[in-house]
């Protein structure tokens, strides 16, 4: 039986880099953001986002993530709705390609872990821990988000203290503290279990 890992943390954690790590020890990675972003390939699934948030949002058979993002992580009621539309759809692809794995265990990796309700369906939940000044710095790099637009996707998600308290392993990602040995020292216990 293949056990399975959720691995979480804020937007600009340091998921990805983390995940390669795992990854590059043979541990297979189910990314529910990219698993998300292929359903909205989806034609149907466009038509069911259209009625529900407005013609603004699909152009020419494509998402408008920008209009879409505008409404959803302005309003709770909407990313809600958003969410109850998406995360069946994501959960249901994890649970087809976990089936498939052969490793002693896989990794789920998604931003809203915890918010989502999907804590339930993991063995452990590991958790990466990063300072908010650092959250900042990567997510303007990468997304060339300004602070008020990071603070918007910060509030729509579960507080960092709660997603660690409810984590079984924690990796501290502070441009400080070394990421190998965390990561070694949690797959050998994963792998031993």
Not at 31 to 53: G, R, V
Not at 56 to 61: A, L
Not at 84 to 95: C, T
Request: glycine share 6%; proline share 3%; aromatic share 8%.
């Amino acid at each position: 039986m293949v056990k399975s890992i959720g691995l979480t943390g804020s937007i600009g954690s340091g998921k990805t880099l983390i995940c390669s790590v795992f990854e590059h020890l043979g541990i297979p990675i189910f990314n529910a953001d990219k698993e998300a972003k292929e359903c909205y390939n989806d034609l149907s699934f466009l038509n069911e986002i259209e009625k529900e948030f407005g013609s603004g949002v699909v152009k020419e058979g494509k998402l408008f993530k920008e209009k879409l993002a505008n409404i959803v992580f302005n309003n709770k009621e909407s990313l809600k709705k958003l969410n109850g539309m998406i995360h069946p759809k994501v959960l249901s692809r994890y649970l087809v390609w976990k089936e498939e794995q052969q490793s002693k265990y896989v990794i789920h990796e998604s931003a809203i872990l915890f918010e989502s309700g999907w804590n339930k369906y993991f063995d452990k939940i590991i958790c990466i821990n990063s300072p908010l000044d650092i959250i900042y710095q990567r997510v303007m790099q990468r997304d060339n988000l300004s602070k008020e637009e990071i603070d918007a996707r910060l509030k729509n998600q579960m507080p960092i203290e709660e997603k660690l308290r409810l984590s079984d392993y924690i990796i501290n990602h502070d441009n400080t503290t070394m990421l190998l040995p965390q990561i070694l020292k949690i797959h050998s216990e994963l792998i031993k279990e």
